[in-house]
């Protein structure tokens, strides 16, 4: 598995663009992970990092077998300021009972009626979130911030109206229940709404 963390040019015209848009965002980083336009890309997750405003927007990128960041930044000059990849296996990393920290910013929803709804108050997205954690192997979680706000993403010309749902982040820790479980969530992600950067669960050891 290959994380790749990009600090991106904001100088950069199509930057900005990517950053006010989510859709946007996922479609220019597929550039990474197909040959060419016809391809079909390799799934990947990703998460545009909550930084200072007197720094440069980081973004986060999860992908089984990597990207092909020299054509990516061939394709799309400028757009990359500095990248940093590394290569690591969740299977001989994450043992039973090891204590790790956590993040993610997901979309927490609940299924009523047969429509999909999204969780707004912060209770409501303390229990989802403590039902997706177990499902995803972990134990003993304490999420130490959570914080929520609205993602918008404009669809394309003829595919429907702007879709907005609720984007939550949790960060806290946790101890190693199941390990098969939490690879599994890991390279799925958690939630729905993954190609507007969501679903991206980011793990490190304590102890």
């Given at each position: 598995?290959?994380?790749?963390?990009?600090?991106?040019?904001?100088?950069?015209?199509?930057?900005?663009?990517?950053?006010?848009?989510?859709?946007?965002?996922?479609?220019?980083?597929?550039?990474?992970f197909c040959a060419d336009s016809r391809a079909?890309?390799?799934?990947?997750?990703?998460?545009?990092?909550?930084?200072?405003?007197?720094?440069?927007?980081?973004?986060?990128?999860?992908?089984?077998?990597?990207?092909?960041?020299?054509?990516?930044?061939?394709?799309?000059?400028?757009?990359?300021?500095?990248?940093?990849?590394?290569?690591?296996?969740?299977?001989?990393?994450?043992?039973?009972?090891?204590?790790?920290?956590?993040?993610?910013?997901?979309?927490?929803?609940?299924?009523?009626?047969?429509?999909?709804?999204?969780?707004?108050?912060?209770?409501?997205?303390?229990?989802?979130?403590?039902?997706?954690?177990?499902?995803?192997?972990?134990?003993?979680?304490?999420?130490?911030?959570?914080?929520?706000?609205?993602?918008?993403?404009?669809?394309?010309?003829?595919?429907?109206?702007?879709?907005?749902?609720?984007?939550?982040?949790?960060?806290?820790?946790?101890?190693?229940?199941?390990?098969?479980?939490?690879?599994?969530?890991?390279?799925?992600?958690?939630?729905?709404?993954?190609?507007?950067?969501?679903?991206?669960?980011?793990?490190?050891?304590?102890?």
């Amino acid at each position: 598995m290959e994380l790749a963390r990009i600090v991106l040019n904001i100088g950069n015209a199509g930057v900005r663009r990517d950053i006010a848009d989510p859709y946007q965002m996922h479609s220019t980083l597929t550039r990474a992970f197909c040959a060419d336009s016809r391809a079909t890309p390799e799934k990947f997750l990703w998460r545009l990092e909550q930084t200072r405003a007197d720094q440069p927007p980081v973004l986060l990128v999860q992908s089984p077998s990597g990207g092909r960041w020299g054509a990516f930044e061939r394709e799309v000059p400028a757009w990359i300021l500095r990248k940093d990849t590394r290569n690591w296996s969740p299977v001989e990393a994450l043992k039973p009972d090891r204590r790790i920290a956590f993040r993610i910013r997901c979309n927490p929803t609940v299924t009523r009626a047969g429509k999909r709804l999204g969780l707004w108050t912060e209770a409501e997205q303390l229990a989802w979130f403590d039902r997706q954690a177990v499902k995803s192997g972990l134990s003993d979680v304490k999420v130490e911030a959570v914080s929520s706000n609205r993602l918008v993403g404009n669809r394309r010309k003829g595919e429907g109206a702007a879709v907005v749902v609720c984007a939550a982040q949790f960060e806290g820790r946790a101890r190693v229940e199941n390990p098969g479980a939490l690879v599994a969530a890991l390279a799925s992600g958690i939630g729905h709404s993954k190609m507007m950067g969501l679903g991206l669960l980011s793990l490190a050891p304590i102890d």
